[in-house]
Each structure stands twice: as structure tokens, then as C-alpha cells.
């Protein structure tokens, strides 16, 4: 869900609520020639509140520090003027942090729920809910932990750590697929998790076996060079897309990996029917025209002030992930 992308969707409001309405799995009923159709009640539309967060930042840069500054990686004697190439660093900084938000978003969906907690003016970032105010995205309690996703009471699909070489890992993910056939109508179509986990997978005994006589597990593992993640397909488990990641963002001066060393997040397809990314607005005035406009998502301007005289990098960041069929989604401790 990646700005601009085709789950991406503008809001006007920052507050509101979302509807949460899941695919049924009942039959139509069958009746006799010239009866009466048979009235059938309407499927149940959950409510969800929402309030969009924001982040509003701007990065101050004197222009008399500029002014003597040298290009960065220069030569120490070549003055880079009015500061041109670190003010052009410094802007994909600014920039890098609201994507760096919007992937904590994200990532905090896959796990379930997240939280801010207020300091001051602002709010601190943080899995889980042990803050003042706290996004819950209405995962099913039998879709996290060792995943009893069916509900029948301690039946869970997780019953031997993956790194035990005799987990049953493909046949835990087979379950994991019957489960959402029932609950959403969909299958499993996607695993995150990072290195960790996926080197158990790799060396895990059943899925070797069942790579057969060509010894190698693994169907296809593919890099993508613009943000160092992998995906993988393997042999024995070719309807199931891998994706390993290893990234991870800075939370509170806490290293946070996006998917946690124990962990792992499974899916079904997650088209705009079971997620989107909402792009809150904001009036922002353009120091260009002068005039507000409304900016929804990300937005970003400088302008120059001069008291004292500064060139200003301005961020405005409004968004929120919704999940709209909370059940597609297990977010499963595998290590343990």
C-alpha cells in the first residue's frame, strides 16, 4: 500500500468510521416450482471508528551556517553555495520519515493493533496497546499467537516452534488455508517474515522433502533492489508467496524489525476489498501562492523566513490503514 498506489484512497474527514463487511459462506436455499422466494436476513456490517493521525514536522536550516558549508562528500576547500546539495539531502530525510511512518502503519496492521502515547505536543509510536490511544484493527484473538483461528477452543495450528527441523510447516500452512476459506472465502496467499524465520523454513525437513529429488526447496527467490526485501515461492508450497524482510524503523530509540524475530504474518489476497490506505487532508498554505489549498497524504513545501533568516523544510503527513475484513489476516508466533 504504497502512496499513490491502487489501495490508496483520499478522505476528507479525520474523524469518521469504516464498515467492516465479510463475504458469506451460506448456501442459497433451494424451494419448490411457483413457491414464495424465501426472505433471507441481511449479512452484518461491522462499525469501526477511525481517527487518521498526523504528523506535521519542520527541519530549520540558517542560511548563515549554509552559506559556509561544503558540498557533502566535497573537497574541505569548495564551499557548496547557499548550501544547495545539503539542502536537497536534507529534504529526502524529511521525506524518508514519512514513509518510515507510513511502513510502521502498515506493519502495525499486520500485527493487529498499535498505540501512541503523548509527550508534550506530541505522540510516541509503539506496537501493541499499551498507549493513550490505541488503533485496533479487530483481529480475531484466534488469529494471533499460535493461531486457534477456528475458535474450537485450544486447537491451535501452531503447535511445534518452526525451528524445530520436524515442525510441520507445510501442513500448518495448509491449515492456516482451510481456516481462511472458512472465515473470508479466501485462501492463504502470503507469509511475511524476516531472515530469521525463513532460515528455519529453508532448512525445515519437510520442506525438503518435499522440494523431491532436486534437493533444492526452493522454486523461486527474487530480490527487489529498491527496498532490500525478498520473495521466495517454494517447491513444496508453490500457491504461497514469501516475503522476507529485514527492515526495521527507530521507535523511541528502539530498533523495531517490521515483522518480529518469532514471528509471522499470513494473508490472503489483500486487494482494496480487504485493505486500503486512507490519505487524510489538511489546509497547507503554499508560501508560493499564498493561498491554503487542501493536501491530502503526504505533502511537502519549504519556504525562506527571515527572523532569523532560514531556509524551512515543511512536512504534513495525514494517513491510516484500514483493514475492512479483519479475519484475513493471522499474525502467528512460530517461534517459541
Avoid at 96 to 125: I, P, W
Avoid at 190 to 213: C, F, K, M, P, R
Avoid at 297 to 314: A, N, R
Wanted: aromatic share 8%; hydrophobic share 35%; proline share 5%.
Amino acid at each position: 500500500m504504497q502512496a499513490g498506489g491502487a489501495n490508496v484512497r483520499p478522505q476528507a474527514a479525520r474523524r469518521g468510521s469504516y464498515d467492516v463487511f465479510n463475504d458469506t459462506r451460506e448456501v442459497s436455499t433451494a424451494t419448490a416450482p411457483g413457491v414464495h422466494a424465501t426472505t433471507i436476513s441481511a449479512q452484518a456490517i461491522g462499525n469501526v471508528p477511525y481517527v487518521i493521525p498526523r504528523s506535521a514536522e519542520k527541519l530549520p536550516l540558517p542560511l548563515e551556517e549554509l552559506n559556509n558549508l561544503r558540498a557533502v562528500g566535497g573537497p574541505v576547500g569548495e564551499v557548496d553555495k547557499a548550501g544547495e546539495q545539503y539542502i536537497m539531502d536534507q529534504e529526502k530525510i524529511v521525506k524518508q520519515r514519512c514513509t518510515n511512518l507510513r511502513e510502521f502503519q502498515v506493519s502495525a496492521m499486520l500485527r493487529g493493533k498499535y498505540s501512541y502515547t503523548q509527550s508534550g505536543d506530541t505522540f510516541q509510536h509503539a506496537y501493541g496497546s499499551g498507549g493513550h490511544v490505541v488503533i485496533n484493527y479487530q483481529i480475531p484473538d484466534g488469529n494471533l499467537d499460535k493461531l486457534d483461528m477456528l475458535g474450537s477452543g485450544g486447537t491451535d495450528i501452531i503447535v511445534t516452534s518452526w525451528d524445530n527441523a520436524a515442525a510441520p510447516i507445510i501442513r500448518d500452512l495448509l491449515q492456516i488455508n482451510q481456516a481462511f476459506m472458512q472465515l473470508v472465502g479466501r485462501g492463504l496467499t502470503d507469509v511475511y517474515v524476516n531472515s530469521t524465520i525463513w532460515g528455519h523454513i529453508v532448512t525445515n525437513t519437510e520442506v525438503q522433502d518435499l522440494a523431491g529429488s532436486v534437493n533444492d526447496p526452493l522454486q523461486s527467490f527474487d530480490r527487489d533492489e529498491s527496498n532490500d526485501t525478498f520473495t521466495a515461492v517454494l517447491r513444496g508450497c508453490p500457491w504461497v508467496t514469501f516475503h522476507i524482510n529485514d527492515n526495521g524503523l527507530n521507535l523511541n530509540g528502539t530498533f523495531n524489525r517490521l515483522i518480529g524475530d518469532t514471528d509471522a504474518s499470513f494473508c490472503t489476497r489483500m486487494d482494496s476489498e480487504i485493505a486500503q490506505y486512507w490519505e487524510g487532508s489538511e489546509p497547507v498554505v503554499d508560501p508560493m501562492s499564498n493561498e491554503a489549498a487542501l493536501q491530502y497524504g503526504e505533502y511537502f513545501y519549504h519556504k525562506l523566513v527571515d527572523d532569523p533568516v532560514s531556509y524551512e523544510i515543511h512536512s504534513r503527513f495525514n494517513g491510516l490503514p484500514v483493514l475492512k475484513i479483519p479475519a484475513a489476516i493471522a499474525y502467528g508466533t512460530v517461534k517459541f
